[in-house]
T-cell receptor, first 113, second 117 residues
Framework: EPEVTQTPSHQVTQMGQEVILRCVPI?????FYWYRQILGQKVEFLVS????????KSEIFDDQFSVERPDGSNFTLKIRSTKLEDSAMYFC???????????FGPGTRLTVT | GENVEQHPSTLSVQEGDSAVIKCTYS??????FPWYKQELGKRPQLIID?????GEKKDQRIAVTLNKTAKHFSLHITETQPEDSAVYFC????????????????FGKGTLLTVNP
C-alpha cells in the first residue's frame, strides 16, 4: 500500500539556521498538507497546498515558513531562521481529489538548540 | 475558525471492556470527521471516519456516531485489546470559508487510551 514518506526522520539544528523538511506524498494525490505536533500536544495545521499554490495557512505559518513542490514528487517545508519554539514533530499529509481521507507521513522530529 | 474539544484526556479500561471517546466541534460547516490512532513516536493513522450525511458508521470493533444538531461525535471501541492502547485524536474538516475543497483538519487534544490485560 502506498505511503507518504518524509526525510529526515530527525533533524537537529541551531537557532537561527535554515532547515528544509522533505516529503514525498502518495503519487496520485493532489492536496498536500503540513502539520506540526509539539511534544505531548495536539496536531496543528500549518499549511495546505494545491495546484502549485498555498490554498490555506494558519497563524503559525508566518514569513519564516515556506513550502514548495519543486518537482512532481517532492513537497518541502522550509523554515528560514529557526527558533527554539519551532521544535516539534512535523507531519506531511496528502489527499487524493476523490476522497476526504488524509494520509500522514512518519514525521520529522525537529530539535532546535 | 473551527474548535474541537475532546474528552476524556485519559481513559483506562480492562481488556474486553468498551471505550468511548467524545468530541464536540464548533463550525456547523464541518462535514467530515476522522479519527486517528497514534502510537508512541509513530504517525497518526486513520482508523475510521464519518461524513455529515451519515449518523453512524461501524468497522468491526470500532464505530463512530455523529450528532450534527448537537455538533458532537464519538468513537466507540468494543472488546478492547491491549494493542488498542494508544493516543486517539478526533478531527473535524470543512471547506475553506472562502470556498473550495481544502479540507484542513482541526484536531482535538487527544485521548490516551490504556487497555489493561
Amino acid at each position: 500500500e502506498p505511503e507518504v514518506t518524509q526525510t529526515p526522520s530527525h533533524q537537529v539544528t541551531q537557532m537561527g539556521q535554515e532547515v528544509i523538511l522533505r516529503c514525498v506524498p502518495i503519487s496520485n494525490h493532489l492536496y498536500f498538507y503540513w502539520y506540526r505536533q509539539i511534544l505531548g500536544q495536539k496536531v496543528e495545521f500549518l499549511v495546505s497546498f494545491y495546484n502549485n499554490e498555498i490554498s490555506e495557512k494558519s497563524e503559525i505559518f508566518d514569513d519564516q515558513f515556506s513550502v514548495e513542490r519543486p518537482d512532481g514528487s517532492n513537497f518541502t517545508l522550509k523554515i528560514r531562521s529557526t527558533k527554539l519554539e519551532d521544535s516539534a514533530m512535523y507531519f506531511c499529509a496528502s489527499r487524493s481529489g476523490a476522497t476526504y481521507e488524509q494520509y500522514f507521513g512518519p514525521g520529522t522530529r525537529l530539535t532546535v538548540t | 475558525g473551527e474548535n474541537v474539544e475532546q474528552h476524556p484526556s485519559t481513559l483506562s479500561v480492562q481488556e474486553g471492556d468498551s471505550a468511548v471517546i467524545k468530541c464536540t466541534y464548533s463550525d456547523s460547516a464541518s462535514n467530515y470527521f476522522p479519527w486517528y490512532k497514534q502510537e508512541l513516536g509513530k504517525r497518526p493513522q486513520l482508523i475510521i471516519d464519518i461524513r455529515s450525511n451519515v449518523g453512524e458508521k461501524k468497522d468491526q470493533r470500532i464505530a463512530v456516531t455523529l450528532n450534527k444538531t448537537a455538533k458532537h461525535f464519538s468513537l466507540h471501541i468494543t472488546e478492547t485489546q491491549p494493542e488498542d492502547s494508544a493516543v486517539y485524536f478526533c478531527a473535524a474538516s470543512s471547506p475553506r470559508p472562502s470556498g473550495g475543497s481544502n479540507y484542513k483538519l482541526t484536531f482535538g487534544k487527544g485521548t490516551l487510551l490504556t487497555v489493561n490485560p
